[in-house]
């Protein structure tokens, strides 16, 4: 069974599949510019990532000054 994380992202696959080439694409009847198709379709992918465990959720940063 798919997450909704995941049902979103085979949405918007499909969405940029149709839709490439294009600069403004409509989405439930709105009209929204093709990067923020693919901003939202990248958001979605870093959540189905966070459902599976293979997205950490916090950057380890190296304050040792080395």
């Known amino acids: 069974m798919a997450?909704?994380?995941e049902t979103q992202v085979?949405?918007?696959e499909a969405l940029l599949a149709t839709?490439?080439?294009?600069?403004?694409?409509?989405?439930d009847g709105q009209s929204v510019r093709y990067a923020d198709v693919e901003?939202?379709?990248r958001?979605?992918?870093r959540e189905v990532a966070r459902e599976k465990g293979t997205?950490?959720?916090a950057a380890s940063i190296n304050l040792s000054g080395f």
């Not at 839709?19 to 989405?27: I, M, P």
Request: aromatic letters at 16%.
């Open 3 to 5: 997450t909704s994380a």
């Open 10 to 12: 085979a949405r918007y």
């Open 19 to 27: 839709s490439a080439g294009l600069d403004t694409v409509s989405v």
């Open 39 to 41: 901003a939202k379709y």
């Open 43 to 45: 958001y979605w992918k």
């Open 55 to 57: 997205r950490p959720q």
